[in-house]
């Protein structure tokens, strides 16, 4: 590893925040669809292949290799193929693919437009959260604009093939991230995710093979293609490709989303003069939620680490999502597990018995715990009630059809075994130690 | 005879909105369109009526009860006549961190409704995060996101919401 890797210049952020920087001119006169011109030239195969090549690793959060993924449609379905774009964006703590939409959409259809030729989709659903009014605006705006300039439609850039790309909104349901809950959405059901295998790439929307992929790893796609399979997976390390946005919030001096080295560390996000700026006066990190809320929590003295999926799994986390949350030693931990609890009772899709009624559980006893009517005993039971949904250390899946589950007891157990002495104490002393200030005191609001 | 769900000029704009809807699915999927044909009901009507749910369900070709199923599971939907203005508050972990449960206690106080509670001009609701925890706290007012919440900067929103 060189020390230069650790800086690098943006790719997938470059333009944010500069003047219509979301139109189409604006993004061809930054060399805007040259990648897939070149990709025009290429035979699909190839393709797939230069991706595969680029290492690049799919960004929505479980990181999987998204040439390989391409590679799983079968190449000899008589039935139509679809692309359909996660952009549900719900995960707390994640708040990166809006950007890509409001401030670059553009170098998302590009990645659209490269991917469906490589693939032989003709139809392309983009599944945005129904919250993301503003993204969508933008998003639909450039959609129009590719149909207007010969990208997307019955032709692209001259060449016969025709691609039709549509956006939809959800509508409020943290359970349509999943991928097979989001295809169920984008054919008008509630988003009850299905049983895998069968994945998606065989049997994805309307029983046809479906390619899922996040909206900044399609984002990253054009980048392949105008530096080369070889300059993208340089970029990174040896398992994954390129550049990575992280989301900074929390107990940090300057929050917001860096693009960042997959070589960058978690402290250096944090304290680094051009990111997070370190913690307010007087205050130090107790605990960082390195990749969205389901990702365990890593300790003050566990931050050494690149926020890369290979670095972070040796840790027995997760890049995930790229949502790193950070809470300062004025926080307290029962009540930040009892909110992250209870998200993920509210959001369960109510499909699988452990996750349903496991979730509340976990909520109920929290919120015992937390407002000082804990017994002994309380503590043990909420492992179990964990361990029910899904076991520690994780086995694969737990005992649900799709990841919320796991999503779900995973903060449960990580906070557990770091903060387990502040669960005790909340418990032997029948009152929260932080008295009325359990989230600190931080901001206008203190 | 009941009132007709629809104005003339409304039925024009849902007659519009489910064809273009239905253009974007294969012929044989119509009912996939459900949850932008209930999203264009919704934005016609401020919520989900009975009537227009059995509407949208005749269109796509499925039962009411499938209607009734999505708009169910789906928070954004409203089954029930909201407030003019529907605020939802994020107060999830890293807007909590910035104080999120403090702005929903001094909206709570302001606007004299607890989380969960609605009137004729404002429905108050505590929601999960909206993907604005660099800016938080945050909320979002009918689907517009407001965000780095200050009393200030509150004060003022509400006070434009006539």
């Known amino acids: ?446 | 005879m009941a009132e007709p769900l629809f104005t003339p000029e409304e039925q024009k704009k849902f007659d519009a909105g489910i064809a273009e809807i239905i253009s974007h699915y294969p012929p044989e999927r119509k009912s996939a369109g459900m949850l932008p044909a209930l999203r264009v009901l919704q934005e016609i009507k401020g919520w989900l009526p009975p009537e227009g749910l059995r509407l949208v369900a005749k269109q796509l070709e499925v039962t009411p009860e499938r209607a009734y199923e999505v708009a169910s599971f789906y928070v954004m939907y409203h089954l029930k006549k909201p407030g003019k203005y529907v605020i939802d508050v994020c107060t999830n972990l890293s807007c909590s961190l910035w104080g999120a449960e403090k702005m929903l206690a001094y909206l709570e106080e302001k606007l004299g409704l607890k989380a969960g509670e609605a009137n004729e001009k404002f429905t108050l609701r505590e929601t999960e995060c909206l993907a604005s925890c660099g800016t938080a706290p945050c909320l979002q007012i009918n689907e517009d996101h407001h965000e780095s919440l200050t009393r200030a900067k509150l004060d003022a929103i509400l006070a434009k919401l006539s």
């Not at chain 1, 990111?275 to 205050?283: D, I, Q, V």
């Not at chain 1, 130090?284 to 931050?303: F, N, R, T, Y």
Request: charged share 25%.
């Open chain 1, 1 to 446: 590893m060189t020390a230069t890797a650790k800086t690098i210049d943006p790719i997938i952020s470059a333009a944010w925040g500069k003047p219509q920087s979301w139109t189409l001119d604006s993004y061809k006169k930054r060399g805007g669809y040259e990648g897939l011109k070149k990709a025009l030239e290429m035979q699909p195969a190839a393709i797939i292949d230069e991706v595969k090549k680029s290492n690049l690793r799919g960004r929505g959060g479980a990181g999987f290799p998204t040439g390989l993924k391409w590679s799983f449609v079968p190449k000899d379905s008589p039935k139509p193929k679809y692309l359909a774009v996660n952009g549900d964006e719900s995960e707390p703590g994640t708040f990166k693919d809006r950007y890509i939409l409001e401030d670059d959409p553009h170098m998302m259809l590009e990645g659209i437009a490269i991917a469906s030729y490589a693939l032989g989709v003709h139809t392309c659903y983009v599944y945005l959260r129904g919250e993301f009014k503003f993204p969508a605006e933008r998003c639909q705006a450039a959609i129009d604009e590719a149909y207007k300039a010969g990208i997307f439609g019955k032709k692209m850039l001259g060449k016969d093939f025709e691609l039709n790309c549509y956006l939809v909104r959800g509508a409020g349901a943290y359970i349509c991230g999943e991928e097979t809950a989001l295809l169920e959405s984008l054919e008008g059901k509630k988003g009850w995710p299905r049983l895998k295998p069968p994945f998606p790439a065989v049997v994805g929307l309307f029983g046809s093979p479906t390619v899922v992929n996040n909206v900044e790893t399609l984002a990253s796609v054009p980048h392949v293609f105008t530096g080369g399979a070889d300059w993208y997976a340089k970029l990174g390390t040896d398992k994954s490709g390129g550049t990575r946005l992280v989301c900074l919030s929390g107990s940090v001096n300057r929050p917001g989303v860096y693009e960042v080295s997959m070589f960058t560390t978690l402290a250096e996000l944090i304290y680094d003069d051009k990111f997070g700026r370190g913690l307010p006066a007087g205050r130090k990190v107790k605990a960082v939620i390195p990749g969205g809320s389901s990702a365990p929590v890593l300790g003050a003295d566990e931050l050494d680490v690149a926020m890369e999926f290979e670095a972070l799994k040796v840790k027995q986390t997760m890049a995930g999502s790229g949502g790193v949350i950070v809470m300062d030693d004025s926080t307290c931990m029962v009540r930040s597990l009892w909110r992250v609890a209870r998200f993920y009772a509210e959001e369960s899709c109510g499909q699988c018995t452990p996750c349903r009624e496991g979730t509340p559980w976990q909520t109920r006893l929290l919120r015992k715990i937390e407002e000082g009517r804990g017994e002994p005993g309380d503590i043990e039971m909420l492992s179990n009630v964990a361990s029910s949904i899904a076991p520690y250390p994780p086995i694969g899946l737990g005992n649900t059809i799709c990841a919320l589950g796991d999503a779900a007891a995973l903060p449960t157990h990580s906070f557990l075994m770091r903060y387990r002495d502040e669960f005790e104490a909340h418990i032997r002393e029948h009152r929260c130690p932080f008295g009325d200030k359990p989230w600190g005191s931080f901001g206008d609001w203190s």
